[in-house]
């Protein structure tokens, strides 16, 4: 545990589980390091883990009848990421979950959290917040790209994700806004001129 210093952070100040019982808690998830553009999850699959990113980043996506990619989520370190339709109702995916960089995952088996309120009860409150919160973003999301101009979702996209721009291609981040390349590339130029320059 005390290499991986995400998880240990995460439930211990997040979910505020003792310091000192953080090591049963490894007996529900696995470690895993996987190579960039490694496949976690494809459809067709059923999903039976929900993945930490301890270090990495990881993208939750779909491809339609035409060939065409669209991003879900972006998952950086301290995420979870997973197909919750796949995992809860034992349902075939849908979606693809890859490695953008090299990465070191953490499989949580599809018992983890209701382990850790069995032995931890405390964790109830701040597990459900998380739930919610997460609920909240997905809801936000689909109101952005019914709603929001483009240039609207990619402010929201460079508050969500601060350190993403650097890290992916342009392609990838029109994916996950709905937009064309071609159509990013005018809203940059168009913040450029108003002197908005993003980290």
């Known amino acids: 545990m005390d290499s991986l210093h995400n998880i240990t952070t995460y439930l211990s100040e997040i979910l505020e589980v003792p ?25 067709g699959d059923i999903c039976r883990e ?8 990881l993208r ?9 990619e669209h991003i879900i989520q972006f998952a950086p370190e301290t995420w979870l990421i997973s197909d919750r339709s796949s995992l809860y109702f034992n349902e075939k995916s849908k979606y693809y979950i890859e490695a953008v960089e090299e990465s070191e995952v953490l499989l949580l088996n599809n018992h983890f959290f209701t382990n850790m309120i069995e032995k931890f009860p405390q964790t109830a409150e701040n597990n459900d917040l998380l739930l919610q919160k997460h609920i909240r973003n997905l809801q936000n999301r689909v109101n952005s790209l019914l709603a929001d ?5 990619y402010m929201t996209f460079i508050k969500m994700y601060p350190d993403i721009l650097q890290r992916v291609p342009q392609w990838m981040v029109a994916s996950y806004l709905g937009i064309t390349p071609e159509s990013l590339s005018r809203v940059r130029k168009e913040l450029a001129r108003k002197n908005f320059l993003p980290n």
């Open 19 to 43: 310091k000192d019982l953080l090591d049963p808690c490894s007996e529900n998830y696995t470690f895993k390091k996987v190579s960039k553009n490694h496949i976690l999850l494809q459809p």
């Open 50 to 57: 929900t993945f930490f990113v301890e270090k990495g980043l």
């Open 149 to 153: 101009t483009a240039e609207e979702r």
């Open 60 to 68: 939750m996506y779909s491809i339609d009848k035409n060939g065409k």
